[in-house]
């Protein structure tokens, strides 16, 4: 949620776009001064009077030129660098709570001697941010099993099926569902 919220932020789009705009007009500026600098050294020596206002249209046409390309490449740049650290935050929630989910699918309770997973999907306690996450699994479930029954309750009528219990699934269709808003 974290990671997407930051990529996704509008003022986020917002200041990268703005920080691709200034690094590359300053580029592009500093790529047309060094052109222009080699230039006048070949212009001097065969220069004609007349063509100082052709110059400056010249070298405005490729300044722009040069920003509009830089420009391009710095936001491709931005995009990518923002992309990444979105995947790493992605990565690194999904990897804690598989572990998470692998924990507790292989230890037990001492006292009632019940696998912690099978504690935690009987609980059917489900945290408030998660409600849509649960809403889709459901639909998911009496998709797969075959129609709009109650074929995705289990015996005493929770809506979960404790068979079928995944963590990590909850967690993943939550991603999925925060991306897609």
Request: charged share 35%; aromatic share 8%.
């Amino acid at each position: 949620e974290k990671a997407g919220s930051q990529l996704f932020h509008p003022t986020g789009i917002k200041q990268m776009k703005e920080s691709a705009q200034s690094e590359a007009r300053a580029l592009a500026e500093a790529e047309t001064d060094g052109k222009s600098a080699k230039d006048g050294k070949d212009d001097s020596k065969s220069s004609s009077g007349g063509t100082t206002a052709m110059d400056a249209r010249q070298r405005k046409k490729q300044t722009e030129a040069a920003y509009e390309r830089l420009y391009r490449r710095k936001l491709r740049e931005k995009r990518a660098a923002a992309a990444s650290r979105w995947a790493t935050g992605v990565a690194d929630a999904a990897s804690r709570v598989w572990n998470l989910h692998r924990v507790l699918a292989r230890r037990n309770d001492p006292v009632t001697r019940k696998n912690f997973l099978e504690v935690v999907a009987e609980s059917g306690v489900v945290p408030e941010e998660f409600r849509v996450a649960e809403k889709r699994l459901m639909e998911e479930m009496r998709r797969k099993e075959g129609g709009e029954g109650g074929a995705a309750s289990d015996t005493d009528g929770s809506p979960w099926n404790r068979s079928n219990f995944s963590l990590f699934w909850m967690f993943w269709v939550q991603i999925c569902v925060g991306l897609g808003e």
